[in-house]
Nanobody, 122 residues
Framework: QVQLVESGGGLVQAGGSLRLSCAAS????????MGWFRQTPGKEREFVAT?????YYADSVKGRFTISRDNAKNTVYLQMNSLKPEDTAIYYC??????????????????WGQGTQVTVSS
């Protein structure tokens, strides 16, 4: 079992930056691929980024967001720069122990955090 707790969300003006953090429980953190999804009311969950041995990004955030992890701290980060109003959403930290999956498919991730709200004002 893995428990995930996000932090770092908030209100920021367009063009600004935020860094989300996700603290994971458990001693086997390094074995999990970690990622971020986001969701707005009435819409499907949207893939943002995943880190395995490499990193993957949605086209909408490529070049602006950076995912990273610190296995010693059991933490994954999402650095978000040049934020836009359309980035407003609840951001969820996710984890999977699967060896083969589609990184952009929400059902591939077995563990989800409670979410943190990011609001970007214009």
């Amino acid at each position: 079992q893995v428990q995930l707790v996000e932090s770092g969300g908030g209100l920021v003006q367009a063009g600004g930056s935020l860094r989300l953090s996700c603290a994971a429980s458990g001693r086997t953190f390094s074995r999990y691929d970690m990622g971020w999804f986001r969701q707005t009311p009435g819409k499907e969950r949207e893939f943002v980024a995943t880190i395995t041995r490499t990193t993957y990004y949605a086209d909408s955030v490529k070049g602006r967001f950076t995912i990273s992890r610190d296995n010693a701290k059991n933490t994954v980060y999402l650095q978000m720069n040049s934020l836009k109003p359309e980035d407003t959403a609840i951001y969820y930290c996710v984890a999977t122990g699967r060896s083969s999956y589609s990184v952009a498919t929400a059902d591939a991730y077995d563990y989800w955090g409670q979410g943190t709200q990011v609001t970007v004002s214009s």
